[in-house]
């Protein structure tokens, strides 16, 4: 099933998050990845809710999620129009023998070493999904401990912005 | 003006011209209940929590207005749960306004707390924990605003006992602005014109109308566009009253547990308009062999109602009068006489005479029972249909949906979403205090009587006089039916021994009664019960093998 990102501007308030979550799990939709965190405004928080299924369920969700009060606006990315990050940590384990090999697939995919131990190493990664992936595969070799993400966040290219309060799409 | 919270939660429900509010005290909400004691708010102490939210549903049906209930916290709380959600599935606007725990206790499962907000989520139009004293007015405003507007329904708001007693400036103003509420009440022109040229192409079409028509008071725009086109009305449990039943062009209601005529009709359709109904797995049966030669209009003020369970040619988001409203001004004289379906109506009217709901002759002279089709036709008769009826769930709400003809939207009050038992008794208690000039007679079965009567007590402390008529088959007789039908008659959990004599239960609570078996004495019986000064209880003896449909 193909994946849609949905931007969904909420109020910044306690419970918001939950109501979203719950709405989710209630009528049976699948999330694949939810990032949170504040906007330029304090009062409003940028939600970027990757949902896994058909154009009905994507229709389904943006009605739903638009019936909270506290869901401002909502509006769905195009892929080609928009760009997309996820932060991943990755830390894989690493002695003298492995370590050059580890550093030279970081370099490579341009991750970043942010701690070293005796015996491991713990990389920021940043990049779409897919990226995310390939890198993962590559460290899978040396043995990966621990992996924590963050979810995709997503933004418009070029003048558009989502505003509130307007029916205007674009600026 | 300084008062304490609690006060101001007083003053702003009188601002919202709140004048009867149903609730049960305890001691997270007592605050609440002191400042109440002194307004001229009256409040109706119901004998549980869930009756409250019930009486207030009921009370928000028949005037129109938001009905009002409270409780403490915790277990007063999760009481009202059930009728939050029953008003959630049915769009009625309530408000919840429960006690919390102490601000500064919350999360530490102190005695009667219990998370409602969480709770309540999913059934609730919208809640509110209090977090801030200084917020309480705003909040009410916002709540009346949120629960009458748009697609109705409940809202909660939970006021934490320290905050209550805080002393705040109540400063009330009109018209919230919320950014993420603008619910949208006029069609789109462009799709009414889409409306307009499919009734002109069709030959045989269908008005579906729900609970949205009653909603926003549409039934003279609906009549008024039915009669000049020729357009046959089925209604779903939630749209009886739409249009008056006994009009010619009402089919009745549709469904699995529906009449025949407005079946057929809605089968053999080629353009099915629905308006204000989110056609459920009740009315519609699998969605995939409804109105399969139909083109499908859907208007409803719910934009996520629209394509959720139906698959929809033309949407339409609105308000059913404000939509019906623009259709008639596309529907001049020249239009009705080009587009009149007459022989479409003359069909349909076969269909509706071969199966009449109204007249129910009483079958045969059986001495044991009465014949609950042929006593609620007798009640259509001697009522006009005028009276409030209000049902319970089970065979009798079935029953009295196909066979009690109510003349007017708001004559008849079922849970149709949740299918609630116990609902009816304390929905009529609400709906004779918000209307008591009209007769209320609340319908039940005995079993589900038995969820509610200790509402008995509400009725007769508070004087409130409905007209009850039990049917008693010491069944659970819709479970047992199914039992019957799917589950090669293994009956099982589905008698009710042990059950009270009802009359005399009556009695206790100084309410007088008879018990029927019999059909010839129906007729005496009702006409008794309804010429009565006060409340009265009438329990008709059915047979256990009488049928739903």
């Given at each position: 099933?193909?994946?849609?990102?949905?931007?969904?501007?909420?109020?910044?308030?306690?419970?918001?998050?939950?109501?979203?979550?719950?709405?989710?799990?209630?009528?049976?939709?699948?999330?694949?990845?939810?990032?949170?965190?504040?906007?330029?405004?304090?009062?409003?928080?940028?939600?970027?809710?990757?949902?896994?299924?058909?154009?009905?369920?994507?229709?389904?969700?943006?009605?739903?999620?638009?019936?909270?009060?506290?869901?401002?606006?909502?509006?769905?990315?195009?892929?080609?129009?928009?760009?997309?990050?996820?932060?991943?940590?990755?830390?894989?384990?690493?002695?003298?023998?492995?370590?050059?090999?580890?550093?030279?697939?970081?370099?490579?995919?341009?991750?970043?070493?942010?701690?070293?131990?005796?015996?491991?190493?713990?990389?920021?990664?940043?990049?779409?999904?897919?990226?995310?992936?390939?890198?993962?595969?590559?460290?899978?070799?040396?043995?990966?401990?621990?992996?924590?993400?963050?979810?995709?966040?997503?933004?418009?290219?070029?003048?558009?912005?989502?505003?509130?309060?307007?029916?205007?799409?674009?600026? | 003006?300084?008062?304490?919270?609690?006060?101001?939660?007083?003053?702003?429900?009188?601002?919202?011209?709140?004048?009867?509010?149903?609730?049960?005290?305890?001691?997270?909400?007592?605050?609440?209940?002191?400042?109440?004691?002194?307004?001229?708010?009256?409040?109706?102490?119901?004998?549980?929590?869930?009756?409250?939210?019930?009486?207030?549903?009921?009370?928000?049906?028949?005037?129109?207005?938001?009905?009002?209930?409270?409780?403490?916290?915790?277990?007063?709380?999760?009481?009202?749960?059930?009728?939050?959600?029953?008003?959630?599935?049915?769009?009625?606007?309530?408000?919840?306004?429960?006690?919390?725990?102490?601000?500064?206790?919350?999360?530490?499962?102190?005695?009667?707390?219990?998370?409602?907000?969480?709770?309540?989520?999913?059934?609730?139009?919208?809640?509110?924990?209090?977090?801030?004293?200084?917020?309480?007015?705003?909040?009410?405003?916002?709540?009346?605003?949120?629960?009458?507007?748009?697609?109705?329904?409940?809202?909660?708001?939970?006021?934490?006992?320290?905050?209550?007693?805080?002393?705040?400036?109540?400063?009330?103003?009109?018209?919230?602005?919320?950014?993420?509420?603008?619910?949208?009440?006029?069609?789109?022109?462009?799709?009414?014109?889409?409306?307009?040229?499919?009734?002109?192409?069709?030959?045989?079409?269908?008005?579906?109308?729900?609970?949205?028509?009653?909603?926003?008071?549409?039934?003279?725009?609906?009549?008024?566009?039915?009669?000049?086109?020729?357009?046959p009305?089925?209604?779903?449990?939630?749209?009886?009253?739409?249009?008056?039943v006994p009009h010619p062009l009402c089919l009745g209601?549709?469904?699995?547990?529906?009449v025949r005529a407005a079946?057929l009709a809605?089968?053999?359709?080629?353009?099915?308009?629905?308006?204000?109904?989110?056609?459920?797995?009740?009315?519609?049966?699998?969605?995939?062999?409804?109105?399969?030669?139909?083109?499908?209009?859907?208007?409803?003020?719910?934009?996520?109602?629209?394509?959720?369970?139906?698959?929809?040619?033309?949407?339409?988001?609105?308000?059913?009068?404000?939509?019906?409203?623009?259709?008639?001004?596309?529907?001049?004289?020249?239009?009705?006489?080009?587009?009149?379906?007459?022989?479409w109506i003359s069909t349909i009217t076969q269909w509706k005479n071969a199966k009449p709901t109204n007249n129910i002759k009483?079958?045969?002279?059986?001495?044991?029972?009465?014949?609950?089709?042929?006593?609620?036709?007798?009640?259509?008769?001697?009522?006009?249909?005028?009276?409030?009826?209000?049902?319970?769930?089970?065979?009798?709400?079935?029953?009295?949906?196909?066979?009690?003809q109510?003349?007017?939207?708001?004559?008849?009050?079922?849970?149709?979403?949740?299918?609630?038992?116990?609902?009816?008794?304390?929905?009529?208690?609400?709906?004779?205090?918000?209307?008591?000039?009209?007769?209320?007679?609340?319908?039940?079965?005995?079993?589900?009587?038995?969820?509610?009567?200790?509402?008995?007590?509400?009725?007769?402390?508070?004087?409130?006089?409905?007209?009850?008529?039990?049917?008693?088959?010491?069944?659970?007789?819709?479970?047992?039916?199914?039992?019957?039908?799917?589950?090669?008659?293994?009956?099982?959990?589905?008698?009710?021994?042990?059950?009270?004599?009802?009359?005399?239960?009556?009695?206790?609570?100084?309410?007088?009664?008879?018990?029927?078996?019999?059909?010839?004495?129906?007729?005496?019986?009702?006409?008794?019960?309804?010429?009565?000064?006060?409340?009265?209880?009438?329990?008709?003896?059915?047979?256990?093998?009488?049928?739903?449909?």
């Amino acid at each position: 099933m193909a994946k849609h990102t949905l931007s969904v501007l909420v109020e910044n308030h306690a419970g918001v998050l939950s109501r979203v979550a719950g709405l989710f799990s209630r009528r049976g939709f699948n999330i694949d990845s939810l990032a949170v965190g504040v906007t330029e405004d304090p009062n409003v928080s940028r939600m970027t809710i990757v949902v896994d299924g058909d154009d009905y369920t994507v229709e389904q969700v943006t009605k739903q999620l638009n019936k909270l009060i506290d869901v401002i606006k909502i509006r769905q990315l195009n892929p080609s129009d928009s760009v997309a990050r996820e932060l991943a940590l990755i830390k894989v384990t690493a002695n003298s023998s492995t370590r050059p090999e580890i550093i030279q697939i970081v370099d490579i995919f341009r991750a970043k070493i942010v701690d070293v131990s005796k015996n491991t190493l713990t990389i920021e990664m940043t990049g779409v999904a897919d990226k995310i992936a390939a890198f993962e595969e590559m460290l899978k070799q040396f043995g990966i401990k621990e992996m924590v993400r963050t979810g995709m966040i997503a933004i418009e290219r070029g003048n558009q912005v989502i505003k509130i309060g307007s029916s205007e799409e674009s600026e | 003006m300084k008062m304490i919270a609690a006060q101001a939660l007083v003053k702003a429900l009188e601002h919202e011209e709140v004048t009867t509010v149903f609730g049960y005290p305890g001691a997270a909400n007592a605050p609440i209940y002191d400042a109440l004691s002194k307004s001229t708010i009256k409040h109706i102490l119901t004998r549980h929590e869930q009756g409250a939210a019930h009486a207030a549903s009921g009370y928000a049906r028949v005037t129109r207005k938001v009905g009002v209930c409270m409780a403490t916290s915790g277990p007063g709380a999760t009481n009202l749960i059930t009728g939050i959600a029953t008003a959630y599935m049915d769009s009625i606007p309530l408000i919840a306004i429960t006690g919390q725990v102490s601000s500064e206790m919350i999360g530490r499962d102190v005695f009667q707390e219990v998370d409602i907000t969480g709770a309540t989520a999913p059934f609730c139009k919208h809640n509110y924990l209090i977090k801030s004293a200084k917020d309480i007015p705003k909040v009410i405003r916002e709540a009346f605003h949120i629960a009458s507007t748009g697609r109705p329904g409940p809202v909660l708001i939970d006021v934490p006992i320290d905050l209550q007693l805080e002393e705040i400036d109540f400063q009330y103003s009109k018209g919230p602005d919320i950014r993420g509420y603008k619910p949208t009440y006029k069609g789109h022109a462009l799709q009414i014109k889409k409306i307009v040229e499919a009734i002109a192409e069709s030959a045989r079409p269908v008005i579906c109308a729900g609970g949205g028509v009653i909603t926003s008071n549409a039934t003279a725009e609906l009549t008024e566009l039915v009669e000049g086109l020729g357009i046959p009305v089925a209604t779903t449990l939630m749209g009886i009253g739409a249009i008056p039943v006994p009009h010619p062009l009402c089919l009745g209601m549709l469904g699995s547990h529906g009449v025949r005529a407005a079946n057929l009709a809605v089968a053999k359709s080629d353009l099915l308009i629905v308006i204000g109904a989110r056609a459920g797995d009740r009315a519609t049966g699998q969605t995939d062999k409804f109105a399969r030669q139909a083109k499908i209009v859907h208007i409803d003020i719910d934009p996520a109602e629209i394509g959720k369970n139906l698959g929809t040619n033309i949407p339409v988001v609105g308000d059913a009068k404000i939509i019906l409203q623009q259709l008639l001004n596309y529907v001049d004289e020249h239009y009705k006489e080009k587009h009149y379906k007459t022989q479409w109506i003359s069909t349909i009217t076969q269909w509706k005479n071969a199966k009449p709901t109204n007249n129910i002759k009483e079958d045969g002279n059986n001495e044991q029972y009465v014949n609950p089709k042929y006593a609620l036709s007798v009640l259509s008769e001697v009522t006009k249909g005028e009276t409030i009826v209000v049902t319970e769930v089970g065979q009798n709400q079935i029953w009295a949906a196909n066979y009690y003809q109510t003349v007017y939207p708001g004559g008849f009050l079922t849970s149709g979403g949740l299918g609630t038992m116990g609902y009816g008794l304390p929905a009529a208690i609400g709906a004779k205090v918000g209307s008591p000039e009209k007769t209320v007679i609340a319908i039940a079965g005995d079993g589900s009587f038995q969820m509610s009567m200790q509402e008995l007590g509400t009725m007769k402390q508070w004087d409130i006089h409905i007209k009850i008529i039990l049917f008693n088959n010491y069944r659970l007789g819709m479970v047992r039916e199914l039992q019957k039908m799917k589950y090669q008659m293994n009956y099982f959990a589905v008698t009710l021994e042990g059950s009270p004599d009802f009359v005399k239960l009556a009695s206790a609570y100084d309410i007088p009664g008879e018990k029927i078996t019999n059909n010839s004495k129906v007729k005496e019986a009702l006409d008794r019960a309804l010429s009565y000064q006060g409340p009265y209880l009438l329990e008709f003896i059915v047979d256990p093998e009488e049928s739903t449909l």
